[in-house]
């Protein structure tokens, strides 16, 4: 019955220790909603032809025999949907109770979200980016929030589904009752990639589970490598490119209050171009604008100034994080073919791509 059921309603397996009640639950909600309906409609069908309009009814007055009849109908289905509710309201929130509740020696697994990734950190201080390793038969209990957005995470295998939310911690149990790999959705709009924003549970046998925590991937068994290299590829289709988070990461820091993408010359010197090219120098001297030289100007403008630019740009020693950093050089490099204008010495104003001075930036 359950499996006829669940084919019915198209609902992945059950793999969780609650997922069965909870797919009870909704069985008998259906059930009684699609019987209810039913009979509504046989009811009303047969009293569209029972006391359909005749030719005589206009001389006979209505038949007062039929006030008692429909009293007694409306107290009878009254009460029964009082009562077919408060059953509904009663297992729903003894699932509830369950479901809030993690057993006592559940074990702690850290999630952290962000567009648009789930990261899993263990307490023994590993982690892991879009595949959750956890011992089968055994309840596990995930400390959730998010780096950015309002996420959810989904396991529709388990019936478990939580939202996530930046500054605060939610968190969510559940049992997987058989080895095995378990697609994990974002359920909240988050973005682009939203839709990409997928991972994997990878329930493994408890000696499997012991391998792995010793080993790594490389010890896991088969199925567990074959969904982790899935989940690996899914990850990559949701990560933009380097160039776009560079383009991500210089916006979020102002750099392109002063810096273009396209060849024109502003505040700073533009982007395009930039990369490899010869920069001469304030005080004489040039040098090429490799990696060491992109960072150094990012650390520290003052070090070597390019010749022609005033020196107003701060240090982003401390403020920018390596990973940033190593984007905004792929995003200098996606550019290195386009042209750039001729150097003039900003004046101040507005420069002459219209684009208005930088606030806060006196030269
Ligand atoms: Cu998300």
Redesign the pocket.
């Known amino acids: 019955m359950n499996e006829l059921l669940r084919q019915l309603l198209f609902l992945p397996e059950q793999r969780s220790s609650l997922a069965r009640e909870i797919d009870g639950l909704h069985y008998f909600v259906i059930s009684v909603t699609m019987g209810g309906a039913a009979l509504i409609t046989l009811i009303g069908g047969y009293f569209l032809i029972r006391y359909r309009r005749r030719l005589e009814d206009t001389h006979r007055p209505h038949p007062g025999v039929f006030a008692r009849p429909a009293l007694f109908l409306e107290t009878v289905s009254l009460f029964g949907l009082g009562f077919v509710f408060l059953t509904f309201w009663t297992i729903g929130t003894r699932q509830f109770v369950d479901l809030r509740t993690p057993p006592e020696d559940a074990l702690d697994v850290y999630v952290t979200?962000k567009?648009?990734m789930w990261k899993f950190a263990y307490p023994g201080g590993d982690s892991e980016i879009s595949v959750l390793y956890v011992p089968a038969r055994r309840p596990v209990r995930l400390i959730m929030t998010s780096r950015d957005?309002i996420?959810?995470f989904y396991v529709p295998a388990f019936r478990i589904k939580q939202d996530v939310l930046p500054g605060r911690y939610t968190t969510v149990w559940f049992e997987a009752i058989e080895p095995g790999a378990y697609p994990i959705l974002?359920t909240?709009f988050?973005g682009t990639s939203?839709s990409e924003?997928r991972g994997q549970v990878i329930a493994l046998d408890p000696a499997d589970y012991e391998r792995w925590l010793a080993g790594g991937v490389a010890s896991a068994p088969a199925f567990a490598q074959e969904a982790a290299a899935e989940a690996e590829n899914e990850l990559a289709e949701a990560e933009p490119t380097m160039p776009s988070r560079g383009e991500h990461a210089a916006a979020k820091h102002g750099c392109l209050r002063c810096h273009t993408l396209d060849g024109t010359q502003h505040v700073g010197p533009t982007w395009a171009g930039l990369y490899r090219s010869v920069v001469p120098l304030d005080g004489g001297g040039e040098r090429v604008a490799d990696e060491a030289y992109i960072t150094e100007s990012i650390m520290d403008p003052l070090a070597a100034v390019h010749r022609g630019f005033t020196p107003v740009m701060p240090s982003f020693r401390g403020q920018i994080t390596p990973p940033d950093v190593a984007a905004i050089i792929e995003l200098m490099k996606s550019i290195r073919d386009v042209p750039r204008g001729a150097v003039v010495p900003w004046d101040g104003g507005v420069s002459d791509t219209g684009a208005a001075a930088p606030e806060g930036v006196t030269p």
């Open positions: 979200a567009q648009w957005v996420h959810s974002c909240e988050c939203h924003m």
